[in-house]
Every structure is written in structure tokens, then in C-alpha cells.
């Protein structure tokens, strides 16, 4: 699994430590400072009283003033985490002098009620005084040498009575002191203000026994921080800070990233939401793979099993997948033959078969108003119960005419109508008669066959079919009939009546 870029506002550089609630990582904040981010999954009592015991530890060093600049402390539901940043100065440790014994001493009686000791504590030495470089959150110490390490700092002066010696002898062993005190000073203070500087070699690739052999001599103070990285050698330094060829003095802190790739296997999945699944394999170090989904009697979305299974060992950062539930596997049903049914009738039929009527689609058609033309599925198709069917029924035919009037013959020098579906000669009328114009356009068909087209005239001249022809519907058929006092109109569509008119005499 790839290392995330992210947490929150900070850009992740690597991950130093991750067990149980807590996780630590070497991060870079908005505004380019490097420091450790405490990252704290605060999903149980443990995990809660450990966060907000570790901030009242801070709120007790803020109030001394020890903290670096830029400690920042966030308690919002899903990230309750501590920046502090990097503070680069001399260890504190051993503490040389009243002042810096004393100010060490404040801090571990601030510390004390809520369980810190001097070993959770990374003291430096700075030009402002003591500042606390770093606390370990989790407070896990051994008492015995915390007994031992910070009994001089937490001792009463004034618990300790002098033994009276005989005054002749009494300060011989103070001037012996004074005398080496003096030296020691000044070899110290010479070395103080003229220290001299080392270049830091390439300790990559080296153990940790021979990398501190190498600096042992360099008075460097050694920090040791843990990494997973399964592709590199483990028990190796893969990182260090300050990088080879930089040029330090004395009491610099050295980083060395130490690889320790994690050893586990994957947890146990089946029986939780697919989403909870998931962030419980990002937290054990691994990345979620594409899921994949199968019936059965459990609830969509609950995971079944996982590839690998659960307890199998794999590396960190490995995928996994995971399989799901599509729930219960459908019922199938038969969709009827509906063409040629009411609508009604199909409905009907549509609820019996367990499924649903989708949308109705209408068109002109010369069949009975509401009449199945289509279906959609077709026929014969086996369908998930509650599927949606989808109807195209026919419906009420509509034409449209032109202002109807008397309109003269042509003339012998001109030529009928273009695509008039009747050529009417040139001839006088007789009286009572007058041409009247057709224009009749047809409605759309799914079928690919012609319709069959028949305009039958009735007027003072008797009945006839002055139209009788094939066309495809959607084409408009054009023309004039002639006629004599009132007219009426009917045309039929394959034998159907599709529309009927009048046209009175004027």
C-alpha cells in the first residue's frame, strides 16, 4: 500500500511509529516547518484518556513556557492530533548548572501527577533555556530508572543534613575541587566556544552498532526512528538527517531511519459494511483492492470473504480484496404477448406477472384509441421481478386541412399540381360544383409496409372513392376533389376510419 501523501493539512514524509491508536509520522506542516505529527484514533475509552491526558501534559509545559514555538494541538472529532516541531539544539542531559537543574526539576513536577517521567522527555538546551523537544504520549517508562535519572532533579535541598567535619581536615578536599573545578573550566570553556566540526558520513546501508561506532567520537546525540519499507533491507539505516558531507559540531542531533518492515496478517472481515472493511485494512497497513460482488442471504454490501483469506500472512502494503454481497439473488418472471390488448387489459396483465408498467409511449394509429401496438421488453423475455415494461399504444388520429373554398380549373396551359395524388382535367365546372383541396398528411408507422389509403367523397353527385392508393405513413398525400353541394369526407386507413369531414356547399 502506497504511504498517503496527506493527513489534514500536513504533507506526510514517512511513517515513524503506528500501533494500537497511535501513529507518529515525520511531517511537513502549510508552512514548510519539518516536525512529528501524533496522530491519535480516538475510537475507545483508551484511546480517548490517552489523548487528553497527553494535551494536559502540554497545557502544564505551556504554562512553564517550554514548549518550541509552533506546538499545535487539534481535539476535533476524527483528528485529534499533536504537530510539535522540529527543535534543533543540544541535549539538555546530563543538566550542568543550578539553573538548569532547577528549570528541569519544574518540569517534572508538572509532569508527575499525570505519569510522564524524565525518560518520556527530550530535553535541549537552547539560548532561551530548557525547552522540551519532545514527550512520548504513550508514558511507558521503567520506574526503576526513572528513580534513578530524576531523583536529583525532584530532591528537596534542604532534606539533606551536612556532616560536621573536624575544621582541620574540613577543606582540604574543597580546595582539591576547586583546583580540578577550575581546570575542568577552563578546558571546558575553550572547548564552548571553539567546538570542533565533523563531517557527518554516509551511515545508509550500515547496522545501527556500526553506524554509532562510526559517530561515537562526534559527540552527536543519536536518535533512532523506525520505518516500514518492505522492499528495503531490514535492520538497515535507509534514511539520515542531516544528510552525508554536512559539516556539525557537538551535541547535533543525528536522525537515523531505521527499517523494521511490519509482520502481520490479514485481519478478520467477513460480516462488515463493505466501507468498514476497508478502513480497518488501511489501518492494519494494507490497501483495499476492487471489490468484487456476488447473491447471497446477507445484506447488500456486507463483505463475505477476502483474497487473501483472513489470517494469512502478507506483507504491508499489500492489496486485498474483498467480496460482497449483491443480496439475495432476483426472482425471474415471463413478460405476456400485450400487443393488441387495451391498455387496461395489459396493465392487468403486467401486475399479475409481478412486474411494472413503465412509460407509455402514444401513437397515431388507425387501431382503437388505447390499443397495445409494442411492447418493450418483447414477448417471452424473463425478467427481475419489478422490472419496468414500457407500452406504445395507439391514439386519436389528428389531420390536418386547408382552408377549404372554391378554387378554379387550371387552365390547359397549366399542369396540375406537383405529387397530387389526383388529376383532375381541365374542364367547366357545372353550376353547383367547385374543387375542393386535399391535403391530408399520415401518420407515422414502425412497420416498413405501405398503408393502405382510400378517400371516400359523398355530396349531390352520389358516393365515391376519389383515393384509392398505397403510401407510407408519415408521407402527406395532396390533391382537389370535385364536388357538388355539401361534401363529407372519409378516409380510412388499412380498412380503419382514420378521419371524417364535412365541406358545405357556400
Known amino acids: 500500500?502506497?504511504?498517503?501523501?496527506?493527513?489534514?493539512?500536513?504533507?506526510?514524509?514517512?511513517?515513524?511509529?503506528?500501533?494500537?491508536?497511535?501513529?507518529?509520522?515525520?511531517?511537513?506542516?502549510?508552512?514548510?516547518?519539518?516536525?512529528?505529527?501524533?496522530?491519535?484514533?480516538?475510537?475507545?475509552?483508551?484511546?480517548?484518556?490517552?489523548?487528553?491526558?497527553?494535551?494536559?501534559?502540554?497545557?502544564?509545559?505551556?504554562?512553564?513556557?517550554?514548549?518550541?514555538?509552533?506546538?499545535?494541538?487539534?481535539?476535533?472529532?476524527?483528528?485529534?492530533?499533536?504537530?510539535?516541531?522540529?527543535?534543533?539544539?543540544?541535549?539538555?542531559?546530563?543538566?550542568?548548572?543550578?539553573?538548569?537543574?532547577?528549570?528541569?526539576?519544574?518540569?517534572?513536577?508538572?509532569?508527575?501527577?499525570?505519569?510522564?517521567?524524565?525518560?518520556?522527555?527530550?530535553l535541549r538546551l537552547g539560548d532561551e533555556g530548557v525547552r522540551v523537544a519532545a514527550l512520548d504520549p504513550t508514558g511507558e517508562h521503567d520506574e526503576a530508572e526513572v528513580a534513578r535519572l530524576g531523583g536529583r532533579f525532584l530532591k528537596s535541598p534542604s532534606s539533606a543534613k551536612p556532616q560536621r567535619r573536624p575544621q582541620a581536615v574540613a577543606w582540604m578536599p574543597g580546595l582539591l575541587l576547586a583546583i580540578l573545578g577550575l581546570w575542568l573550566f577552563a578546558a571546558g570553556s575553550a572547548r564552548y566556544l571553539n567546538p570542533p566540526e565533523f563531517s557527518v558520513p554516509d551511515l545508509r546501508g550500515k547496522d545501527?552498532?556500526?553506524?554509532?561506532?562510526?559517530?561515537?567520537?562526534m559527540g552527536l546525540k543519536v536518535v533512532f526512528t523506525l520505518a516500514s519499507e518492505p522492499d528495503q533491507p531490514r535492520d538497515l539505516i535507509i534514511e539520515q538527517n542531516p544528510p552525508p558531507g554536512t559539516r556539525v559540531k557537538p551535541g547535533r542531533t543525528l536522525e537515523l531511519v531505521l527499517n523494521r518492515p511490519k509482520e502481520s496478517s490479514v485481519p478478520h472481515l467477513a460480516g462488515m459494511p463493505l466501507s468498514k472493511a476497508q478502513r480497518k485494512l488501511q489501518d492494519a497497513g494494507y490497501l483495499p483492492g476492487l471489490p468484487a460482488a456476488g447473491y447471497s442471504e446477507e445484506p447488500e454490501g456486507t463483505v463475505l470473504a477476502s483474497s487473501p483469506p483472513a489470517g494469512a500472512p502478507l506483507p504491508q502494503n499489500a492489496s486485498v480484496r474483498l467480496l460482497t454481497s449483491d443480496g439475495p439473488m432476483p426472482q425471474k418472471t415471463l413478460l405476456p404477448d400485450l400487443t393488441g390488448l387495451s391498455l387496461e387489459e395489459a396493465e392487468y396483465l403486467i401486475s399479475v406477472a409481478e412486474l411494472r408498467l413503465g412509460e407509455v409511449r402514444t401513437l397515431p394509429s388507425?387501431?382503437?384509441?388505447?390499443?397495445?401496438?409494442?411492447?418493450?421488453?418483447?414477448?417471452?423475455?424473463?425478467?427481475?421481478?419489478?422490472?419496468?415494461?414500457?407500452?406504445?399504444?395507439?391514439?386519436?388520429?389528428?389531420?390536418?386541412?386547408?382552408?377549404?373554398?372554391?378554387?378554379?380549373?387550371?387552365?390547359?396551359?397549366?399542369?396540375?399540381?406537383?405529387?397530387?395524388?389526383?388529376?383532375?382535367?381541365?374542364?367547366?365546372?357545372?353550376?353547383?360544383?367547385?374543387?375542393?383541396?386535399?391535403?391530408?398528411?399520415l401518420p407515422p408507422s414502425n412497420s416498413q409496409n405501405p398503408v393502405h389509403v382510400q378517400l371516400v367523397v359523398v355530396d349531390k353527385n352520389g358516393e365515391r372513392t376519389p383515393i384509392d392508393t398505397f403510401a407510407r405513413g408519415g408521407t402527406t398525400l395532396e390533391g382537389s376533389v370535385r364536388v357538388k353541394g355539401d361534401a363529407r369526407f372519409m378516409l380510412f386507413l388499412d380498412g380503419f376510419a382514420y378521419q371524417e369531414w364535412s365541406s358545405p356547399a357556400p
Do not use: C
Open 208 to 217: 545501527p552498532r556500526a553506524a554509532l561506532e562510526m559517530v561515537h567520537e
Open 1 to 122: 500500500m502506497k504511504m498517503p501523501e496527506r493527513i489534514g493539512p500536513f504533507t506526510i514524509l514517512r511513517q515513524e511509529h503506528s500501533e494500537d491508536y497511535l501513529s507518529v509520522w515525520k511531517v511537513r506542516n502549510p508552512s514548510e516547518v519539518l516536525g512529528r505529527l501524533y496522530w491519535f484514533d480516538v475510537k475507545g475509552p483508551e484511546a480517548r484518556a490517552a489523548f487528553f491526558r497527553f494535551r494536559k501534559a502540554l497545557k502544564a509545559l505551556g504554562a512553564l513556557g517550554v514548549l518550541p514555538k509552533g506546538v499545535e494541538i487539534s481535539a476535533k472529532p476524527g483528528s485529534y492530533y499533536v504537530f510539535w516541531p522540529s527543535y534543533d539544539a543540544p541535549s539538555a542531559l546530563p543538566a550542568k548548572g543550578r539553573r538548569v537543574i532547577r528549570e528541569v526539576g519544574k518540569i517534572l513536577e508538572a509532569l508527575r501527577p499525570l505519569g510522564y517521567a524524565l525518560t518520556d522527555l527530550d
Open 366 to 441: 388507425p387501431q382503437p384509441e388505447d390499443t397495445v401496438l409494442s411492447q418493450s421488453p418483447p414477448a417471452g423475455v424473463a425478467l427481475d421481478v419489478g422490472s419496468p415494461v414500457v407500452l406504445t399504444v395507439s391514439g386519436k388520429a389528428e389531420v390536418l386541412l386547408p382552408e377549404e373554398g372554391l378554387i378554379q380549373p387550371p387552365s390547359a396551359h397549366e399542369e396540375p399540381p406537383a405529387g397530387s395524388a389526383l388529376n383532375t382535367p381541365p374542364a367547366d365546372l357545372a353550376p353547383g360544383e367547385r374543387i375542393v383541396p386535399i391535403r391530408v398528411p
